[in-house]
C-alpha cells in the first residue's frame, strides 16, 4: 500500500527566496512520484515526474524534485520564487508493478509568494 | 488543441436530484477517472475506466454512478443518494491504466441548493 505526506499545509516565501515543498511517501514497492499543481478553480497541471533513472527530476516553471529512496522522500524546489508560483501543490505517489495501482495524493500544500 | 474538457464548469444541485457531470478527452487515452477535491483532503477517486465499456469503483463511489460508452466520454452521475456531494470534481485521463501519468480537465464545481 502506498501514502503520502505532505509536510505543511501553508508555506509562504518571499519573492525571489528558495521554495521547498515536503513530501513523503510511502510504498512497498518501487514508486512512481509526480509533483502536480493547482490554481484556483482550475485542474492540476502535472510539474514532474519520477519513474527510473536520474533522481533529480527538472519540470517545467524551474521546479525540480529529488528521488531519495533512503528517506522515502521527493521534495520539491524551486530556486527562485516568483508571484505566479503561487498555487497549490500536490504530490502523487504509485506502484510501479503490474496491474492497476491507483495514484495516491497527498493533502495538498498551498504557497504564498509575497513581493 | 488536445486535451480534457468538463462541463459545466458549475452546477447546482437540488436535494433528491440526479444530476451529470461531463468529461470528454481527444487525447485518444485508454483510461478515464473521476475524482471528488474536498478543502484540505486532495484528491479521492471515485471511479475508474481502463476501456471502453468497463469502470470500475474507485474508494467513494457510493452514491455515484458512470458510464463508458466512447473511449473519449466518461461522464460522471451524482445521484440523489450522495448526500454530501458539494465538492470540485475532477476528471482525468492517460494514456494507460498501469502507472500511466494523469492529466486532469479543469474540473466543475457542483454545489446544492
Known amino acids: 500500500a502506498q501514502s503520502v505526506t505532505q509536510l505543511g499545509s501553508h508555506v509562504s516565501v518571499s519573492e525571489g527566496a528558495l521554495v521547498l515543498l515536503r513530501c513523503n511517501y510511502s510504498s512497498s514497492v518501487p514508486p512512481y512520484l509526480f509533483w502536480y499543481v493547482q490554481y484556483p478553480n482550475q485542474g492540476l497541471q502535472l510539474l514532474l515526474k519520477?519513474?527510473?533513472?536520474?533522481?533529480l527530476v527538472k519540470g517545467i516553471n524551474g521546479f525540480e524534485a529529488e528521488f531519495k529512496k533512503s528517506e522515502t522522500s521527493f521534495h520539491l524546489t524551486k530556486p527562485s520564487a516568483h508571484m505566479s508560483d503561487a498555487a497549490e501543490y500536490f504530490c502523487?505517489?504509485?506502484?510501479?508493478?503490474?496491474?492497476?495501482?491507483?495514484?495516491?495524493f497527498g493533502a495538498g500544500t498551498r504557497l504564498a509568494v509575497h513581493p | 488543441d488536445g486535451g480534457i474538457t468538463q462541463s459545466p464548469k458549475y452546477l447546482f444541485r437540488k436535494e433528491g436530484q440526479n444530476v451529470t457531470l461531463s468529461c470528454e478527452q481527444n487525447l485518444n487515452h485508454d483510461a478515464m477517472y473521476w475524482y471528488r477535491q474536498d478543502p484540505g483532503q486532495g484528491l479521492r477517486l471515485i471511479y475508474y475506466?481502463?476501456?471502453?465499456?468497463?469502470?470500475q469503483k474507485g474508494d467513494i463511489a457510493e452514491g455515484y454512478s458512470v458510464s463508458r460508452e466512447k473511449k473519449e466520454s466518461f461522464p460522471l452521475t451524482v445521484t440523489s443518494a450522495q448526500k454530501n456531494p458539494t465538492a470540485f470534481y475532477l476528471c482525468?485521463?492517460?494514456?494507460?491504466?498501469?502507472?500511466?501519468?494523469?492529466?486532469f480537465g479543469p474540473g466543475t464545481r457542483l454545489l446544492v441548493l
Open positions: 475506466s481502463q476501456i471502453v465499456n468497463d469502470f
Open positions: 502523487a505517489v504509485s506502484a510501479r508493478r503490474g496491474g492497476y495501482n491507483k495514484l495516491i
Open positions: 482525468a485521463s492517460s494514456i494507460e491504466l498501469i502507472a500511466g501519468t494523469q492529466y
Open positions: 519520477y519513474t527510473t533513472g536520474a533522481t
